[in-house]
């Protein structure tokens, strides 16, 4: 006997125990889970291998040759850049890089600020420098103080002096060189002296002829380069803010050709004076290659810093004083071996799939529950929605947890770059709110499907599109610095964007790393602008609590069948069962139209009476209907048609009726599957249409079909559904091995084998079984018997009859026997509405108040039976005649059963009989007859 309704911890610990349970029914499923990323790292791991043993190739590593290197004719072998062709020079060795001049970033003619519709500025030169060519490269300075700023800037660009080839790179440092070439992230090649594009000399005024070429040597690289000039220009601006609007309308980015003004670098000295130097610097970094994946390096930099500090010492010590920035070159560099780190390359890809794969697990596991009914099964046994959906979020999120994490372990014990150099914090924090997501985005799926293999369908279609589409169509706008930064968060709003966007800074940082010999991304890194993980993970955030909220509250109008404002007045307090006379309240109702029986009117008369005073009663029906708008020009259904009744405690009352009279949408209206049109009803007191949730509570139901776990065994299903009432221990013990016992299911292992191995039979008597336990007051069987036996079916009867005792059964059968064997009271359903109700020898004795005369003798003598029945009962009536056989329906009133006797005694003198009968009325007469009345006065109606 359970002790009151089970408590939200007591049903949260009963569901994951069924979750525990299924869990470990599925192994065999969750090791194939775990071993695709498992396989998927080891391919990765293969791969990576194979092609380090291609690139190690002697073909690719640094040249080597066989040189006399003391000169006794004994070579030795001697690798080095001089021995290599242009696939080996990579891995080479470089102890001493070559020094290059220190240079400037020059836009080119075409692109240098000019006057424009956009920039008022006069100061600018007229645009028709563009044809010529001769257009200047401009510095802008601001500051506090512009009489040092126009100090300053006249000092940017000297005269220079003249090239002495003696000493090359020390005449270059006194000449402002500058070039508008694209660099690389390594500068052991400087790109401006190994390109078709002009090197470019700075200076106040270009005098004529002032284009000149001059060899230069680094190591054992001879250039002839040549050198024009280019003047340089400073202009002042009144603010900073005047120099960011300039740059920003000269942005390369979204303008075209015509409209593009480029400076080489702005200065803000600030309050900068003789005493104090203070500057900052704005420099172009959007400069890109060939492949627009690369942004400017940094290392033509160093010389707009030299510039200001060059112009701040002549402004103090006067034009002869220099500091003299004469080359600049690379860190030494080591043999290194040709390497490519597979794994974060196409890491993106293969990670989101493996990602991804979850989404449809949990998603069919959802909606496999939603399309057999389970949900909606352990609601009616009493699982509220909180501990529900604690629980089943919880469980998946565990199982997502621990596939990520044997995922990360397994990838970095196989020594995948992706896991190993990346902070394993960050990784974590990712994919813990990433599978939070995930989790979130299937619950709110699941509830716009209701069939598993759609389902399925669309959850892997989803995992192979995010994919796809990520990988060859995002990561392409990713890459395109031009691409606006702001589309691209708009992007990451779509679950499979914001994952491929977090794997893929993880792999470029892993790339990077590897090849650079660094670190991968840390904590740090998430401040810079180039960095979008912080933007994720905000953005998964945000996803995450909006898909929860969206997920909960559609479930809550879909399968709780609450209305879609129900939040305005959830904190209205809900009615106690306590206060039944408060809560009966009569429902108004349309005049009913169809003639009710004597029967049937008595039963709404009594209703009536019910809900005007306080009552007992288990189950009150007040004028409950059910309608089904019509569809494509059809009619409305009538489902049930103001059904009117009212069972007390301790009752069992059957309904019967053909097929589609509307039983099982009754059935369904009480347990709460589907809403009544208008009317209600009333259980324990409480109104199906508001307090639904409590009355699970004290529910039990037999559905007309078996809903079951599969993998659960008959014996966990009775543990399960035990527990939400509230039964524990020893009691919830006793009472599963007592309804096992009860339905016969006890013995011979048959308990502890899945439900999916069980019969029809064995089936439909665990449901049964889960019905009744846990001591429910009401009780709805919609059909139970089906598929049994005539041995179960007994047996399933006697457990009934034992079960009426204290509570109140509604049942419905298609079996006369088993509704005159257990049903107190009997209502026959016919078109959705009552034609009568009463016990079964009331009923009998109501519609079949005749007897059932039999006769068969040979056709000759067909009229003398005719005449000796007519004899007996003037008012016979012959229903049945076929070859001498004939059966007369014989009022009670009018004949004796002794003179049936004699009757046909002195027949039998007088001609053969070969068997007659005389029966009583049967229940089964009773239903065809009520059944057939019913429909003829619906034709006629």
Aim: net charge neutral; aromatic share 12%; hydrophobic share 40%.
């Amino acid at each position: 006997m359970a002790d009151g309704p089970a408590s939200f911890w007591t049903q949260a610990n009963a569901l994951l125990r069924k979750n525990l349970t299924f869990q470990k029914r599925d192994v065999k499923s969750n090791i194939r889970l775990i071993l695709v990323p498992i396989v998927l790292c080891l391919l990765l791991v293969l791969i990576q291998n194979l092609v380090n043993k291609e690139l190690d190739k002697p073909s690719n590593r640094c040249g080597c040759k066989c040189v006399d290197t003391n000169g006794d004719g004994k070579c030795e072998e001697v690798c080095g850049i001089e021995y290599s062709d242009l696939d080996q020079v990579g891995s080479c060795p470089i102890p001493s890089p070559p020094e290059w001049p220190p240079l400037l970033q020059i836009p080119a003619s075409k692109y240098r600020a000019v006057q424009t519709d956009s920039i008022s500025y006069r100061d600018l030169p007229d645009d028709s420098c563009k044809i010529s060519g001769s257009c200047p490269a401009t510095i802008l300075l601001t500051g506090t103080n512009q009489t040092f700023g126009e100090s300053m800037g006249r000092n940017f660009f000297s005269s220079g002096s003249t090239l002495n080839s003696s000493d090359i790179f020390y005449s270059l440092a006194y000449n402002i060189l500058g070039s508008e070439s694209q660099t690389e992230l390594m500068n052991f090649l400087e790109a401006a002296f190994f390109s078709n594009l002009p090197v470019y000399n700075v200076r106040p005024q270009c005098p004529p002829n002032s284009t000149f070429s001059f060899p230069l040597e680094f190591g054992s690289v001879a250039v002839q380069q040549e050198i024009s000039c280019v003047k340089g220009l400073h202009l002042w601006r009144n603010s900073s803010y005047e120099i960011n609007d300039e740059l920003y309308k000269g942005y390369r980015k979204g303008n075209p050709v015509g409209k593009i003004n480029e400076i080489i670098a702005a200065y803000d000295f600030f309050n900068s004076n003789r005493n104090g130097f203070n500057v900052n610097i704005w420099y172009n970094s959007t400069y890109k290659d060939d492949t627009g994946n690369r942004p400017m390096s940094l290392t033509r930099v160093p010389r707009s810093v030299n510039l200001a500090s060059n112009a701040y010492l002549q402004f103090l010590l006067g034009p002869s004083a220099r500091m003299l920035f004469e080359f600049v070159k690379e860190m030494p560099k080591a043999e290194t071996k040709l390497k490519l780190d597979f794994a974060s390359l196409l890491g993106p890809l293969f990670f989101t799939w493996v990602v991804s794969q979850l989404f449809p697990v949990v998603l069919i596991a959802l909606v496999y529950e939603k399309q057999q009914k389970l949900r909606i099964m352990m609601k009616m046994h009493g699982l509220a929605d909180g501990p529900y959906w604690m629980i089943s979020y919880s469980y998946f999120l565990v199982v997502s947890s621990i596939y990520m994490l044997c995922f990360v372990i397994f990838g970095s014990l196989v020594g995948l770059k992706f896991f190993l150099l990346n902070d394993y914090s960050i990784q974590f924090v990712f994919y813990f709110i990433y599978i939070n997501l995930q989790v979130s985005l299937a619950f709110l799926v699941a509830a716009f499907f209701s069939n598993v293999k759609t389902a399925t369908v669309i959850g892997y279609m989803m995992v192979f599109a995010n994919g796809l589409l990520a990988a060859f169509l995002f990561q392409f706008f990713l890459q395109d610095e031009s691409f606006p930064r702001g589309w691209i968060i708009v992007m990451e709003i779509y679950p499979g964007f914001s994952l491929f966007r977090g794997l893929y800074e993880f792999s470029q940082y892993a790339f990077n790393a590897n090849y650079m010999g660094t670190d991968g991304m840390r904590w740090k890194d998430l401040s810079d602008g180039k960095n979008g993980m912080k933007d994720v993970l905000i953005i998964m955030i945000v996803q995450w609590l909006v898909f929860l909220f969206l997920a909960y509250y559609i479930d809550q109008i879909a399968s709780s069948g609450k209305d879609p404002l129900f939040f305005l007045w959830s904190s209205r307090k809900k009615p106690s069962p306590s206060f039944r006379k408060h809560s009966l309240r009569r429902q108004g109702s349309k005049v009913f139209v169809q003639m009710e029986k004597p029967d049937v009117a008595q039963e709404r008369e009594r209703v009536e009476q019910l809900l005007e005073s306080s009552t007992s009663h288990a189950i009150i029906c007040d004028n409950l209907k059910k309608v089904y708008p019509g569809k494509d020009g059809n009619p409305e259904k009538f489902a049930v048609r103001g059904l009117s009744l009212a069972l007390p405690q301790g009752e069992c009352f059957g309904m019967l009726g053909p097929n589609g009279a509307g039983k099982t949408t009754f059935i369904n209206m009480m347990i709460g599957l589907i809403k009544p049109s208008s009317g209600t009803a009333y259980a324990q007191g409480m109104d199906i249409r508001t307090n639904m949730d409590m009355i699970y509570t004290n529910m039990g139901v037999c559905p007309q079909h078996d809903l079951l776990w599969e993998k659960l065994t008959g014996r966990e299903h009775l543990l399960f559904y035990g527990r939400l009432k509230n039964l524990k221990g020893s009691v919830l013990t006793q009472a599963v091995e007592e309804s096992l016992k009860n339905v016969n299911l006890f013995h011979g292992g048959v308990a502890d084998k899945q439900a999916g191995k069980y019969s029809g039979g064995m089936k439909r008597r665990l449901s049964v079984a889960i019905s009744l336990i846990g001591d429910p007051k009401v009780v709805y069987m919609d059909e139970p018997s089906t598929g049994l036996d005539p041995a179960s079916r007994h047996n399933l009867w006697n457990v009934v009859k034992r079960a009426k005792q204290d509570r109140a059964i509604i049942l419905t059968t298609h079996s006369m026997e088993e509704a005159e064997h257990l049903c107190d009271r009997l209502g026959i359903f016919v078109d959705g509405s009552l034609q009568c109700i009463g016990n079964p020898k009331e009923l009998k004795a109501r519609y079949g108040g005749s007897y059932v005369f039999t006769m068969t003798t040979s056709s000759d003598n067909e009229e003398e039976v005719e005449h000796m029945v007519r004899h007996l009962s003037p008012n016979a009536n012959r229903i049945y005649h076929i070859s001498g056989t004939q059966k007369f329906e014989l009022p009670k009133q009018e004949v004796r059963i002794a003179d049936v006797f004699q009757a046909v005694e002195k027949a039998k003198s007088k001609f053969t009989v070969y068997a007659w009968g005389l029966a009583d009325t049967t229940l089964e007469d009773v239903f065809i007859k009520v059944a057939r009345s019913a429909q003829a006065f619906n034709v006629l109606s």
